[in-house]
C-alpha cells in the first residue's frame, strides 16, 4: 500500500541486532493461558532477519486447551487477570482460565495507523504464519481481532497464494465477522509485503501495495501485534528431514496518521477586498 505524508513511523523493527529486541516483542504466546515456559517462541536473528520457528522436539503450547498445536509467536503487549480468573486477552477456550499471572505490559498498542510486514512463509502444508491485531482487552468488550495476513502452507503455491484476511469479532458486539482468503498471485515462499490501514471508518488489506479487500468497520480501541508460525501436526511423529519449520521475517512497521493542521478560525468581519487587488488575513 502506499505511503505518503499522511503517515508517519512510530514502531519498526528490522531485526538487524543481535538478539531480539525485548523492548518491542514478548516472545511467547498468549501465556496466561499455559505459562510462559511452555508457551515460549523459538526464534533466531540474524543477517537483518527474524526466523520464527517450530523444532521437532516442540511441545503443544497448551494441549489442555489447543490439542496438539505448536507454536512459536511474538506479542507487543499482555493483559491477563488473577490466577484462576477468566480475564485476559484472547479467551479462544471456554475452558481457558489464568494459569500463571503476567506483569500487564504495552510496548505497541496502537490504535489504528498502517501496519506493515515483509515476509516469506513455508509451503509445508502442517504450518499457518499469521500477522493478527488483537485488542489488548483492558475491558472485555475490546476484543476483535483484525488478520493482516494469515497463509497456510496447503494454500501455497508457485503462481498463487491464498491469504487469510479480515476481521473478527471476538467478544466485540460492535465488529461483525468479516473475514476471507483472498487468492493473490504471487509465491509466498518468496519475500512480499502485508498491510492492513486501519482507520475509524474501515480497514484497507493489501499485498504488495495493492489493495485486496476493504471492510467498511474498525475496532475503536489500542490493539497488539501477534506475529507467529502455528504447526498443526496433530499426535503423529515428526518427519525425519522436515525441522524446523520457519517463518521468516523481514521486517515489521507501524505508522500513525499525522495530524491534520489546524485551519486558522474565520475573522468575524473580514475586510472586503479593494478593486484590483486581494487583502491579505491573518498575517
Known amino acids: 500500500m502506499a505511503r505518503d505524508d499522511a503517515y508517519e513511523l512510530e514502531f519498526e523493527d528490522t531485526f538487524d541486532g543481535p538478539t531480539l529486541d525485548e523492548r518491542r516483542w514478548i516472545a511467547c504466546y498468549l501465556p496466561q493461558w499455559s505459562s510462559r515456559e511452555r ?47 477468566t480475564i485476559g486477552q484472547h479467551r479462544f477456550s471456554p475452558a481457558a482460565v489464568v494459569r500463571e499471572a503476567q506483569p500487564n505490559a504495552r510496548l505497541y498498542t496502537p490504535q489504528y495507523g498502517l501496519i506493515e510486514l515483509r515476509a ?19 475491558e472485555p ?11 497456510f502452507g496447503r494454500d501455497v503455491g508457485p503462481d498463487a497464494a491464498g491469504v487469510g484476511m479480515g476481521v473478527h469479532p471476538f467478544g466485540d458486539p460492535a465488529i461483525v465477522d468479516e473475514f476471507s482468503v483472498e487468492t493473490v498471485p504471487i509465491d509466498a ?21 495493492r489493495i485486496v479487500k476493504i471492510v467498511e468497520q ?14 498443526f501436526r496433530g499426535d503423529a511423529p515428526p518427519v525425519e528431514g522436515g525441522y524446523p519449520k520457519e517463518f521468516v521475517v523481514d521486517y515489521v512497521r507501524g505508522y500513525r496518521r499525522r495530524a491534520l493542521p489546524r485551519r486558522k478560525a474565520p475573522l468575524e468581519h473580514e475586510p472586503e477586498a479593494p478593486s484590483g487587488g486581494a487583502v491579505e488575513v491573518g498575517r
Open 141 to 151: 468488550e475490546r476484543s476483535a481481532e483484525i488478520c493482516v495476513c494469515e497463509i
Open 218 to 231: 474498525s475496532p475503536a480501541y489500542p490493539m497488539q501485534l501477534m506475529l507467529g508460525i502455528y504447526e
Open 189 to 209: 515462499r518468496e519475500f512480499h509485503v502485508y498491510a492492513a490501514d486501519w482507520t475509524p471508518e474501515s480497514i484497507s488489506f493489501s499485498v504488495d501495495a
Open 39 to 85: 508457551a515460549a517462541a523459538r526464534y533466531e536473528v540474524g543477517d537483518g532477519r527474524l526466523r520464527l520457528l517450530i523444532d521437532a522436539d516442540q511441545e503443544p503450547w497448551a494441549p489442555e486447551l489447543d490439542g496438539e498445536v505448536r507454536v512459536s509467536s511474538l506479542q507487543t503487549g499482555v493483559f491477563a487477570g488473577p490466577v484462576g480468573s
Open 120 to 138: 516469506r512463509v513455508s509451503g509445508d502444508p502442517l504450518t499457518m504464519a499469521a500477522l493478527w491485531m488483537i485488542g489488548y482487552e483492558d
